[in-house]
Every structure is written in structure tokens, then in C-alpha cells.
């Protein structure tokens, strides 16, 4: 395994469809779980490089997010250009992502790395080792902790008794969020007002003036953040939250610092943040043939991927296998070790 580095239900389905353009679908791919044939078709131990008819299913995040854009323009890719009819399931993400994967609800999930090192470990939210591996490593999320100008927040600290969005439910931003608020002294639980809420609904609170505050870990641009920046830019602004990376790092070695561009969200100057690498994820008995027949198409088609989201140019060979401590999946290594 090459270890990480820094650069930095609600289910609707809807069937990927092969001959349209891919950025036409990113949106129109993402849809919900469904009963399945076997993963992905084929044989956990075939070492042949092809993949073989099937189904897949995705387990992608909230709809206002990157996981969903993007997961949408995979779908669409694969069932376009491989035997495989894809879809992919709007979601809660992280977490809720490993345990419906491990269960066998999906076959491809989108995770922070952070709580896919969690899973492996079975620790966090998880009571258990998870029987995961990686595909390989994709796009990396930013930490993006947005509080409106008159709460008086311009600290994770001053975020006592606030009304403050953590995210989903059993979702990656979830966990980033109670850690961050750890290592600032704070106790999600008493501390602050949590709310759990998804992303367009944490902005919606934020424009008429509900919540105080959220975090969200996600990649950039993130939708629902370039509208906020949009219509609110008088009203919020970003805190620098860098002050707690030596204590997160104690928590997880994946956390690293990174930067928001300016041009990002139409900012007067860049926001330091913390960085965390994403991963996709199948369980150990995904069929190797398609794990590598999946990896060479998808991180061979970045410039693809990219005109879904940006986020999709950072599919890249060099990166990809960059997932210590998630294992990865024997296909994907061959792949990598192949490109």
C-alpha cells in the first residue's frame, strides 16, 4: 500500500444511460438501491483485467453535494462504457455508505477516508472491523466551516451554545464535525446546539438566519456553498479552523492543511482548512477482474469525470493508490500497477 500524501433514504433511482454525454447525466444518474443481480457480475477470484456484465449500484451523498455530482457522472461513464448498467443513490454518505456496503445494499461507496480508516480499524462508529477495500483514492474534501457575520462566531470556540449544523446523520461531515468541536474544547452533545441536518437544509437555515453556523467536508466548489457565497456573500463568511489540526491529527494522521482558493467561492482571499483525501470503496469479495477493469477506466478518464464536476480531474494514476490505511482491493492493484 502506498500511504496517503497531502495535495490537498431518500432513494430515487434512475438507470445510467450509455449514449448520452456524461456531463448531460451527472444528475439524472444518481438515483436509489435497488435488488440487485451479483455484484458487478463475474468472480471474486478471476485476476483477468475486463469487466463483466452486471449490475452496480453507488452509494453516492446528499443530493447539494460533490458525492452526488460526481457519483452520478460514474455511473454514467461505466454504463456507457463498460457491460455494466450503473445507477448511483443519492445517500447520507460516510457512514452510512461503509455499513450499507458492508451489508451488501450497495457495491461501490463514496467515503472520507478518515472514517473508511475508521471502519478498517472498527473503531468510531464502527463496533467492528468493516471488511472493505479501496478502489483507490479520488478527489480530497475541504473542510468548510461557514458561520453567518452576526452570530459573533469567529472561532470553533465561540461556537458555545450556538445554533451550529454538524451535518447528516451518519455521514463523514458528522464525524469531522464532533472531532473538530473536540479538539476545540467542546462537547457536541452539550456544548452547542447541534443540528443534523443535510446540506440544503443547513443552507436554507443559514439564509433566513435558523442556524448560526455548520461544517461540511466536501470538494470543491461544493453547490449549495456556491450558492450561499451567491446570494448571502454580505451575510457569512469562513472561519480558519487550522488552530485544532495538531489535536485532529492525534485523532487521525490523514488530516492534513490545505487552502480554499479565493476563486473558489468568490472569497477576498483564500481560507487555510484542514484536508481530508476521499476514497471509493467496494467489500473484499468484489470480483477482481471488475475492480481493475473499473479502476483503468475510471482513473483513465479523468478529463470525463472533470466536466461533471472539477473535482473529477483529480482521478489520477499517481494518486490513486495512495490509501494506507485502507487496503487496496488486489484489482485495484493491479490496475494502478499496469496504468
Known sequence: MTPITSPTPRRRLTTAVGALVIAGLALSACGGKQTQEPAAGGTAGSDACEISAGQVTIATGNSTGVYYVLGGGIASLLSSKSPL???????????????????GQYDIAFSLADTAADAIAGKGAFTEPQQIQAL???HSNYTQVVVRKDSGIKSLEDMRGKRISTGSPKSGTEVIATRLLQSAGLDINTDVQAQRLELG?????????????????????TPALTDLFTSQKDAVEFIDITPTLPKMREINAVYTEGAIPAATYGLDADVKTIVVPNVLLVREDFPTGNACGIVKLLWGSSDELAKVHPSGKEF????????????????????FDGM
Not at 445517500?91 to 456496503?101: D, H, K, P
Not at 436554507?204 to 470543491?220: E, H
Not at 493508490?321 to 485495484?332: E, N
Request: proline share 8%; charged share 20%; hydrophobic share 30%.
Open 136 to 138: 483507490g483514492r479520488i
Open 201 to 221: 437544509k443547513t443552507v436554507d437555515g443559514m439564509k433566513d438566519g435558523s442556524i448560526d453556523g455548520f461544517v461540511w467536508s466536501g470538494g470543491l466548489p
Open 316 to 335: 489520477t494514476k499517481e494518486n490513486g493508490p495512495q490509501t494506507d490505511p485502507i487496503p487496496l482491493h488486489p484489482g485495484a492493484k493491479q490496475a
Open 85 to 103: 448498467k450503473a445507477t448511483a443513490a443519492e445517500t447520507g454518505a460516510s457512514v452510512q455508505n461503509i455499513q450499507q456496503l458492508a451489508g
